[in-house]
């Protein structure tokens, strides 16, 4: 292939050379240059890749694609695009025989519910015998294999190589979540989802680094309705209508309380010994009775979405229904223990936000007393820790405070922030700055009828202090514990 070939849907300058050259790679870390490969130049936030030029053209590199002009040797083959990112996206889905063509594709955006609406879809399909690719905050996954992610939605080259991945390994289909920063950043240009859904929005993500604005937060996740031949929108969200009313495709709309093409009857919250969920009836565009297995109305929700999309795929409504009751989705309201005495609940949620509609969520079940487990990560704005104190204060019956990742902050300086909005509510309180110290002290201290909810940081498997992770997972520090009761009679 030449990077003509492989630039056929971008337009470009040439400004040197011939656009005829053979290519084998994509680059755009410098340090990863070779012979064959074209190097991309992108403009960061505190680098900017064209001063690596030099470096890339002595490590073999002869094709370069550019957003500024670059001086190099006469053999060097320069084309100039308007914006780096993009051409890196549409060149990576070229290099790798545009994959995600292979496959349904399935994307999910939204401030909260991307993670558990993609691992409902997920479920629902594999119940029915479907292989999937997925995508996301919890890593990817290749129908059987799974592989960390640092972002969300990964950079555009990686993600083309997980799509071939996917479709090399029999994946029908790919469910990804989207976030904001992807589009922003360019990473999903060239993919054109088969669905497109979009959960919800709240302002977050707004600030350095990220979105200058709540309204450019809402422009980006509105590009998903851009990007899909079928968007599905939550009805009960004012912004995600008003997303909608823009599309460029068809667009169906699901609802917890109104009228919609997919409807949820009255939900019902059922704790039992070894279950803590939900039940309702869908009705509209498809009728059927679901239980599903993980807690909260804004669950409900993330079930809707889901079954949505699944509507239209033609799959056996029991299997549909057997997915979403034997659903479990790490560190998002994950049932880590249940049993007479208490319950023991794993959740990402760490703003105030998310705090409140979790902790909503968990009065619904009338516990007997509801104790939350939580602390705040350092190096990040401190209204988060004050709102998420405050919040504590007022909701929870018992908080243990404790660290998060505290990066380069000391835990105790950081307990001593929450504090400072927990204590003027008179909330019950304990500090016990060692996580796991702290989660045994809630297990070992649990009185009966007891709902333990330990957040923050759901399915992370480390624990960040002073720049170094550790290993370090909620759920296994629950295992530990009881089976260190257990082991105690």
């Known amino acids: 292939m030449t990077v003509k070939d492989w630039l056929e849907e971008l337009d470009y300058k040439v400004l040197q050379g011939c656009p005829e050259t053979e290519v084998t790679e994509v680059v755009y870390d410098s340090r990863r240059a070779c012979p064959g490969s074209v190097f991309v130049c992108m403009k960061g936030a505190r680098i900017d890749s064209h001063s690596f030029c030099s470096q890339v053209y002595e490590a073999g590199t002869r094709v370069f694609v550019v957003e500024d002009p670059v001086s190099l040797p006469e053999d060097a083959v320069i084309l100039q695009v308007e914006n780096g990112r993009r051409a890196l996206a549409l060149l990576s889905a070229a290099r790798f025989g545009f994959p995600a063509r292979r496959m349904i594709t399935i994307g999910v955006t939204g401030t909260k519910g991307k993670t558990t609406t993609t691992h409902m879809i997920k479920a629902i399909l594999e119940a029915c015998g479907k292989k999937v690719g997925m995508i996301g905050t919890n890593g990817a996954y290749f129908g059987d294999t799974f592989e960390p992610t640092r972002n969300t939605t990964p950079e555009s080259y990686q993600l083309h190589e997980y799509f071939f991945r996917m479709a090399e390994n029999g994946c029908e289909y790919m469910v990804m979540e989207v976030s904001s920063q992807a589009f922003k950043l360019h990473r999903t240009d060239g993919i054109f989802f088969d669905y497109g859904v979009f959960t919800n929005i709240s302002p977050d993500h707004i600030g350095p680094d990220e979105h200058a604005d709540y309204e450019e937060y809402l422009g980006c996740k509105s590009m998903i309705f851009q990007q899909c031949r079928t968007g599905i929108a939550n009805q009960d969200e004012a912004d995600v ?127 007997a007393r509801l104790v939350v487990v939580f602390g705040c990560g350092g190096n990040r704005s401190k209204d988060r820790r004050y709102a998420m104190g405050e919040m504590a204060g007022k909701m929870a019956d018992l908080s243990i405070i404790t660290a998060d990742n505290s990066r ?46 330990i957040i923050g940081k759901g399915h992370e498997d480390y624990q960040e202090v002073n720049g170094v992770r550790t290993h370090f997972l909620d759920r296994e520090v629950v295992e530990d514990v009881l089976r260190n009761l257990g082991k105690q009679g």
């Open 241 to 367: 209508r008003k997303a909608a009313g823009s599309a460029a495709c068809p667009v169906y709309t699901y609802s917890l309380s109104g009228e919609a093409d997919f409807m949820a009857g009255p939900i019902k919250y059922v704790s039992e010994d070894a279950f803590v969920g939900l039940e309702f009836a869908v009705s509209g565009r498809y009728e059927t009775q679901v239980r599903v297995g993980i807690p909260g109305a804004f669950n409900a929700s993330n079930a809707m979405a889901a079954i949505s999309v699944c509507s239209f795929l033609d799959l056996p409504k029991e299997k549909v229904c057997h997915g979403l009751e034997h659903l479990k989705v790490n560190g998002r309201m994950e049932l880590a223990y249940a049993s007479p005495v208490c319950k023991v609940i794993i959740d990402y949620a760490h703003n105030a936000l998310s705090m409140e509609n979790l902790l909503k969520t968990l009065r619904d079940y009338h516990p």
């Open 408 to 453: 380069y902050e000391r835990v105790e300086d950081i307990i001593e922030d929450i504090k400072s909005r927990l204590i003027p509510t008179g909330g019950a309180y304990l500090e016990i700055p060692d996580r796991r110290e702290a989660i045994t002290y809630a297990i070992t201290h649990a009185e009966p009828g007891d709902m333990i909810a």
